[in-house]
């Protein structure tokens, strides 16, 4: 696997093919934030459901 320890699995993976690193950064960082989210809220639903 090659890049930046940073680049998560996700949608943006074009950080080594000359997109603005930052911008792409960006983009991995909100993915990430994105999908954690999404993983605490279902979490809390099967908490309710049990």
């Known amino acids: 696997e090659e890049g930046d320890a940073w680049v998560v ?3 943006v993976r074009e950080y080594q093919t000359g997109k603005n690193a ?3 950064k960006a983009e991995n960082v909100q993915w990430a934030q994105a999908a954690d989210q999404r ?3 279902s979490e809390q639903t099967s908490e309710e459901v049990e």
């Open 9 to 11: 699995e996700g949608p």
């Open 22 to 24: 930052v911008q792409v």
């Open 39 to 41: 993983r605490r809220e």
